[in-house]
Nanobody, 114 residues
């Protein structure tokens, strides 16, 4: 059974930082591609960052230079380091893993507000 457990969300002031984590079990982690989506109220879900099994990364333009996605295959965990956060980054963030099928985490709320 595949399970993704997210952590690291919360409330942060503009300009602050957060690191999201997504721990996976039940999959061949090193063979999977993975990433993070986000969804703000009234908006469609948006792909924020992705990382392939060879380590290739991609980002939506609005977070380039501020967010960094990484993976630790030994810990079966993918991370999203978010720096210089802005109010428009406020959303529920979902990790996903693509290995044979597509799996989703439960979502974690990120709120950027003063």
């Amino acid at each position: 059974q595949v399970q993704l457990v997210e952590s690291g969300g919360g409330l942060v002031q503009p300009g602050g930082s957060l690191r999201l984590s997504c721990a996976a079990s039940g999959i061949f982690f090193s063979m999977a591609s993975m990433g993070w989506y986000r969804q703000a109220p009234g908006n469609e879900r948006e792909l924020v960052a992705s990382i392939m099994r060879d380590g290739t990364t991609d980002y939506v333009d609005s977070v380039k230079g501020r967010f960094t996605i990484s993976r630790d295959n030994a810990k079966n965990t993918v991370y999203l380091q978010m720096n210089s956060l802005k109010p428009e980054d406020t959303a529920v963030y979902y990790c996903y893993v693509h290995w044979v099928s597509l799996y989703w985490g439960q979502g974690t709320q990120v709120t950027v507000s003063s």
